[in-house]
């Protein structure tokens, strides 16, 4: 190999590997001009992309002028359009030794001359599909051409080039699916949480959520035919988003759209933004063949001293669509504070977890325990979600309804039901599966049935106790001054099933109460968690709790970790285990499964070959 070759292949080795470990497009087109530049002093490197109208835009140039670069951005390549624009336009390389006096350069020399770049060489980078997609170009600061080494260093930077090109297209192409409902070619679900998560909620007033469900979607399927239902929400989302124009618009379920307010002019008569929505809804259209108007209802919220959360404004709009659904489909309400009383909700919320029930709409998802260290998954929290048409509700939402004794202990009857199934279906799998964390109320515990339920749901999938632990809260822990809940703890762990406490600090127990009641696990809540920093009183207390729970023989998970600096801080303290976002929200069945098939923990041998037992009795 002689020494031209080996600079060569030293570049390329470079480069790939920016691209294989995904470094940006920009910054690893810097780095390619810079490398070159040090291979050949006395050249200046540029890389520019070409858009589909045919406009040029810089992407690297480091040892170029930025008020040049800037110059360059959005310059329509031709026959006469410098070097890049003319190797762009003709698919070409173009050399050109003197920009003073070459005719390509004509309308653009005054650009480059004042710099001192008298001479440019410009090479189009042209993908499979035989497009130009860029340029890469050499600038010489004496009248002159490329050398024969310099040609091979641009054979070789051009490939480098569109690789990178090629991968950046494939990620921004992900990335638009990703966030892009297909159907209607609006932006999703994904996109509009994404959208509230960049909301400034710092201004009251400033911005607001409407909801919008179309009312005779199912309808139109029933009658017509799913055709012609996609038919009705393409055309709704067209109208829905030209009305809000320049607003956004989004499809965030099956025949549910959000919208974000922010125009002032729009904000002003908040009634008059719905109604103009609802009139480009109410004419009549043709889904495939057959005529249907749109009907909707919409609910919408504003950001408000009283509710200055992104959360909090997007319940409240989804309050207001319930409570106009409820009182007369067809029109739109705005949430006020006053928007059905305590008792409403609860009876609403006890309704809609009934009929829950009933249609088998309750899910069990579950949200990883893991290891700070090795982030192996050692355990899952099963929680309680509620499946509302296309949409997945969290049990914050339906809280409420668990004050009523009778839903609390349905819920969690079907909870144990579905985990256990869950589980049952993990071992056979063969995943070293250890436990899972289901939340109990005190409805369960004072009730004194909860053993039997646990008991009846995991001998009917034939899955062992040792693999479940039952999470009680703080004020569950307390039972509101009622001795039938510590009574029912001490019992259940007397016959080796394990208790944890949730939430820790969030209420009004305290470690001396642990005397008398003891648990197997404390779970640090998320508020200790979420003000830890080297020197915080949340840090002292979360350091001695975790020194004291290692003398009781308590384990400890920290809750809500969402940061690594949170993990390393409580790795640090001595704790071994967390729970957040950092890892992973809360998961379905099907996510959950593959995630335990990747970064489940084998916790001893013994259970890896029950597990194996397991997946060859299949």
């Known amino acids: 190999m002689n020494a031209s070759t080996s600079v060569l292949l030293k570049l390329q080795n470079t480069i790939l590997e920016m691209i294989a470990t995904g470094v940006a497009l920009i910054p690893t087109c810097a780095r390619l001009c810079e490398e070159v530049e040090t291979l050949l002093p006395g050249v200046t490197c540029s890389v520019l992309s070409v858009d589909a109208a045919g406009l040029l835009h810089p992407l690297a140039g480091p040892s ?27 698919g070409v390389d173009v050399a050109v030794t003197d920009i003073e006096t070459d005719d390509r350069w004509a309308e653009f020399k005054h650009l480059a001359l004042p710099h001192g770049l008298l001479a440019c060489w410009s090479s189009p980078i042209v993908n499979a599909q035989g497009a130009t997609v860029g340029t890469f170009a050499f600038y010489y600061r004496e009248r002159r051409g490329p050398t024969a080494f310099e040609r091979d260093v641009v054979c070789n930077s051009v490939r480098l080039c569109l690789i990178a090109i090629d991968r950046h297209q494939r990620v921004v192409e992900h990335e638009r699916r990703a966030f892009t409902d297909a159907l209607t070619g609006l932006p999703n679900r994904a996109a509009f949480n994404a959208a509230l998560l960049d909301l400034d909620c710092n201004a009251p007033g400033s911005w607001a959520i409407f909801v919008l469900d179309l009312d005779n979607l199912k309808t139109v399927n029933d009658t017509f035919g799913h055709h012609a239902g996609d038919c009705l929400l393409q055309i709704a989302g067209d109208r829905i988003a030209a009305a809000m124009l320049p607003g956004r618009t989004y499809r965030i379920g099956g025949d549910e759209f959000g919208m974000v307010i922010d125009r002032p002019d729009a904000l002003r008569n908040l009634d008059r933004t719905a109604e103009n929505i609802l009139d480009a809804l109410a004419l009549s259209a043709n889904c495939g063949g057959h005529v249907v108007v749109p009907r909707a209802t919409i609910g919408g919220a504003v950001l408000s001293n009283d509710d200055p959360v992104v959360d909090r404004v997007r319940q409240n709009a989804d309050f207001a669509l319930y409570h106009a659904k409820e009182t007369g489909r067809g029109g739109f309400v705005r949430y006020w504070p006053g928007l059905g009383s305590t008792m409403t909700r609860r009876l609403g919320a006890i309704r809609d977890v009934n009929a829950a029930l009933r249609e088998h709409r309750i899910e069990a998802y579950y949200q990883p325990i893991f290891r700070l260290d090795t982030r192996e ?73 909860i053993e039997r339920v646990l008991t009846s749901a995991f ?32 019992a259940l762990r007397d016959r080796g099933i394990r208790v944890a406490l949730d939430d820790f600090g969030t209420g009004f127990a305290s470690l001396t109460h642990l005397l008398t009641v003891p648990v197997d696990v404390i779970k640090i809540d998320k508020t200790f968690i979420d003000h830890l920093t080297p020197e915080s009183v949340s840090m002292t207390i979360v350091e001695g709790l975790i020194r004291i729970a290692e003398r009781m023989n308590i384990r400890i998970v920290a809750e809500g970790v969402e940061s690594e600096e949170q993990a390393a801080m409580l790795q640090a303290a001595g704790c071994v285990l967390g729970q957040g976002f950092l890892y992973a929200p809360a998961l379905d069945r099907r996510k959950i499964t593959a995630l335990l098939l990747d970064r489940a923990q084998y916790a001893t041998a013994s259970n890896a070959t029950t597990t194996a037992a397991a997946a060859r009795r299949r």
């Open 459 to 490: 001998e009917r999938e034939g899955v062992s106790l040792e693999h479940v632990i039952l999470e009680v809260t703080e004020t569950v822990y307390m039972g509101d001054g009622d001795q039938a809940v510590q009574t029912a703890i001490r």
């Open 64 to 90: 170029l002028p930025e008020v040049y670069s800037n110059a360059l951005d959005g310059l329509g390549i031709g026959p006469v359009a410098g070097s890049c624009g003319t190797a762009a336009f003709l």
């Open 377 to 449: 998954v050692v355990g899952l929290e099963a929680l309680c979600r509620m499946r509302i048409g296309n949409a997945v509700v969290s049990a914050a939402s339906f809280h409420e309804a668990t004050t009523d004794a009778h839903v609390a202990t349905a819920l969690t009857a079907r909870m144990l039901a579905l985990v256990a199934a869950d589980l049952r279906a993990w071992l056979d799998m063969g995943i070293p599966f250890q436990h899972v964390g289901i939340n109990v109320s005190s409805a369960d515990l004072s009730g004194g049935a």
